[in-house]
């Protein structure tokens, strides 16, 4: 049976549906997954060894340029790769018109009547999405995201909910360490994400390089030029912290992988550390990590106790519980349980 994912963003949401997949491929081993991911999460998808193929999509990026991307020859490739394959099932995982379109291309592009299965109109993110499905669960919307892709696999393919330990199908093993990492032991600060009120304050940061550099050596990667400037002045003067090279999604991997440890703020590359099952500490400040939090082995979270506006002048007040010997004091105890 060739089962068709559409779950094209963002990283947090790819990795978050790694579980169902896993849970899927053990119970019933003769699956297989072809996967419609953003052209930048590719990679994520691919990792895992029930998933056989995967197709990008831009979606993002073709709808700033919808008249290049035809021309282009861009989306005529893209609707022939869908065809280029007979699928059993397709399952939405977003719940989105967004995604809910391409299962209605895929289906025409085959001109084979699959069956597309999704959440119903009262558990879809957005209700909509469901009048495309063929099949239509209830899944309740109080749970964290990773049970919710799991209760929809479940359903769309009538099996019952393992009561195994969840696992995302990546091991740490596997992802080679890129080699301007070194040797010696060390822990990576994940300090960047999209939305400025969940940016821990600098200051806090650079204490908490500082205290860690006295035990190991201090990684920090960087996706953007902003990235890369913050992470150049939280190493600037402190010996054992080191500003990593530009690196691609699986480099990133294998930096994660391979570290005693890490600290992230509300970032994709936190439920990548998740997945990986590297021992983590991640901070949320104006968010929760109660529907949408890193899910996996060795994972603790530090939250603000109050959750003010989305205002980056309030910043340090949201974190001000969070301090960096409390961030400090909370990764050494998740290295020392996972040991």
């Given at each position: ?5 559409v779950k ?5 949401d ?22 419609v ?8 998808p691919?990792?895992?060894?029930a ?10 990026r073709?709808?700033?340029q ?11 490739h893209?609707?022939?790769q ?8 397709v ?5 989105l018109?967004?995604?809910a ?8 592009a085959?001109?084979?009547a699959?069956?597309?299965a ?9 209700p909509l ?10 899944v309740a ?23 195994e ?19 010696s ?21 650079r ?19 902003i ?6 002045r ?11 090279p530009?690196?691609n ?16 703020v ?27 939090g890193a899910?996996g082995?060795?994972q ?10 989305n205002?980056?002048d309030?910043?340090p ?9 409390r ?13």
């Amino acid at each position: 049976m060739r089962v068709l994912i559409v779950k094209t963003s963002s990283l947090g949401d790819i990795v978050h549906t790694l579980p169902a997949v896993t849970e899927a491929a053990r119970v019933l081993p003769q699956l297989r997954f072809d996967w419609v991911a953003e052209e930048a999460f590719t990679e994520i998808p691919a990792w895992h060894p029930a998933v056989q193929r995967v197709i990008p999509v831009a979606l993002r990026r073709w709808r700033k340029q919808p008249l290049a991307a035809r021309r282009s020859g861009e989306w005529r490739h893209f609707r022939e790769q869908l065809a280029a394959q007979r699928y059993d099932l397709v399952i939405d995982g977003q719940g989105l018109l967004k995604s809910a379109l391409i299962t209605r291309m895929a289906r025409v592009a085959r001109k084979v009547a699959a069956p597309v299965a999704g959440y119903d109109w009262a558990s879809a993110r957005e209700p909509l999405a469901s009048l495309f499905y063929q099949r239509k669960y209830t899944v309740a919307r109080d749970q964290h995201a990773v049970l919710r892709l799991r209760r929809l696999f479940a359903g769309a393919l009538d099996y019952r909910l393992s009561e195994e330990a969840v696992d995302c199908g990546l091991t740490r093993s596997a992802f080679a360490r890129p080699a301007p990492v070194g040797d010696s032991p060390y822990v990576v600060f994940l300090h960047g994400t999209t939305r400025e009120d969940k940016h821990y304050p600098e200051a806090y940061w650079r204490e908490l390089v500082e205290q860690a550099a006295e035990r190991y050596r201090v990684l920090l990667p960087w996706g953007n030029e902003i990235e890369r400037e913050r992470a150049l002045r939280l190493a600037r003067g402190v010996e054992n912290a080191a500003v990593l090279p530009k690196m691609n999604l699986a480099e990133i991997a294998g930096t994660i992988a391979g570290a005693e440890g890490a600290v992230a703020v509300d970032t994709g590359l936190g439920h990548l550390s998740a997945a990986l099952g590297t021992p983590a500490v991640s901070l949320y400040g104006p968010t929760s990590p109660k529907l949408v939090g890193a899910y996996g082995a060795n994972q603790r979270y530090l939250c603000a106790e109050d959750f003010p506006p989305n205002d980056a002048d309030v910043r340090p007040a949201i974190f001000s519980g969070l301090t960096p010997a409390r961030v400090w004091d909370e990764l050494q105890a998740a290295i020392q349980e996972a040991r």
